[in-house]
């Protein structure tokens, strides 16, 4: 079946821009999870979804970022005025719902939007 | 001391060899645990959950020590095509809703002809 899509799949623009980037989870997974990973590095947790509620945004780095996720399927995640820190590969990872330890937790990641801001 | 640990090697490792990983977490309230693989420019996938009791899967065994607090990943007989990136993850459960997985920053692993 489908899996997880990102678009765009890269992404250049100016210091000083917005840009959105879109994830489209698996049909049925209501667990989404936005990660960056800059080159060389591991993954940076940004936020997380279940459903369209996000009980933990911990992970954003600045109040230039922001997600919202609507009909708990396709999310958004928005960085406002783009600076040459924010250029990475920001991952979007779906799971299902669980209840027993361990299961559902699964994360099944889309291929990523790479960023590059001039 | 880091969530996750894991050395960050590069493993280089000629074809056939037997190579081990280990991770260590911290919180001991943890309760799930992974390992994933990401390939060069590619997104992380799923290798295997590690269970209690340990587990197989062809040529990869993991094993979970609760009382050191460490996983490990063994691969038998590697492949070329096993040269990748390594990534422990770990799941603590904790009270409310946090779902967030706690990430290594992997183990690089080479294998060579």
């Known amino acids: 079946g489908a899996g997880v899509s990102q678009s765009p799949s890269n992404k250049v623009t100016e210091k000083g821009k917005d840009v959105e980037l879109r994830c489209d989870p698996i049909s049925g997974h209501t667990a989404l999870y936005w990660y960056r990973q800059s080159l060389g590095q591991g993954l940076e947790f940004l936020i997380y979804?279940?459903?369209?509620?996000?009980?933990?945004k911990s992970g954003l780095p600045s109040d230039r970022f922001s997600a919202e996720r609507t009909g708990g399927s396709v999310s958004t995640l928005t960085i406002q005025r783009t600076q040459q820190e924010d250029s990475a590969v920001y991952l979007c990872?779906?799971?299902?719902?669980?209840?027993?330890?361990?299961?559902?937790?699964?994360?099944?990641f889309g291929p990523g939007t790479r960023l590059l801001v001039l | 001391r880091k969530e996750v640990e894991q050395d960050p090697g590069p493993f280089n490792v000629p074809e056939g060899a037997t190579v081990a990983f280990n991770c260590t977490y911290s919180n001991s309230a943890s309760q799930s645990f992974f390992w994933y693989r990401q390939d060069c420019r590619k997104e992380p996938k799923l290798l295997m959950s590690v269970y209690s009791s340990g587990n197989e899967d062809g040529r990869f065994t993991a094993q979970l020590n609760r009382a050191s607090q460490y996983i490990s990943l063994l691969i038998r007989d590697s492949k070329l095509s096993d040269s990748a990136t390594y990534l422990c993850v770990v799941s603590p459960r904790g009270a409310g809703n946090n779902r967030k997985l706690i990430w290594g920053l992997g183990t690089s692993l080479a294998v060579n002809p």
């Open positions: 990872a779906s799971s299902l719902d669980f209840g027993l330890a361990g299961y559902g937790e699964t994360q099944y």
């Open positions: 979804f279940q459903g369209n509620s996000a009980p933990d």
